[in-house]
């Protein structure tokens, strides 16, 4: 059964998340990893999230449907892309949203 890595809800919206701590730059993502997600938050009617905490820099997150795919059957998400495309902890949860140029 598929099932991400946190499930969070405040009765009024639903985050379904998978999350990773790296020390390098770029996070890789399997095509089933993916596949897992999507299906639980569909069939939960949950939002789908990837979290990555890069080392030094903290968690971004990134929704499913913004993910890179990858030259292969693979997703990634670099440093790069997760500061000008993902959002901090406090903008997932809707405390505040960061002005990007």
Not at 7 to 25: H, M, W
Not at 50 to 70: M, Q, S
Not at 79 to 93: H, T
Request: aromatic letters at 12%.
């Amino acid at each position: 059964m598929p099932s991400p890595d946190l499930i969070a809800s405040n009765g009024k919206r639903s985050l379904a998340i998978e999350c990773k701590s790296i020390k390098a730059t770029k996070q890789y993502f399997e095509h089933d990893e993916i596949q897992q997600l999507r299906t639980f938050s569909c069939t939960f009617g949950a939002e789908p999230w990837i979290g990555v905490r890069f080392d030094n820099e903290g968690w971004y997150f990134v929704h499913l449907d913004n993910v890179p795919p990858t030259k292969g059957d693979s997703f990634g998400i670099s440093l790069d892309f997760a500061k000008k495309n993902g959002l901090k902890f406090e903008e997932l949860i809707g405390e505040f949203k960061q002005e990007r140029l």
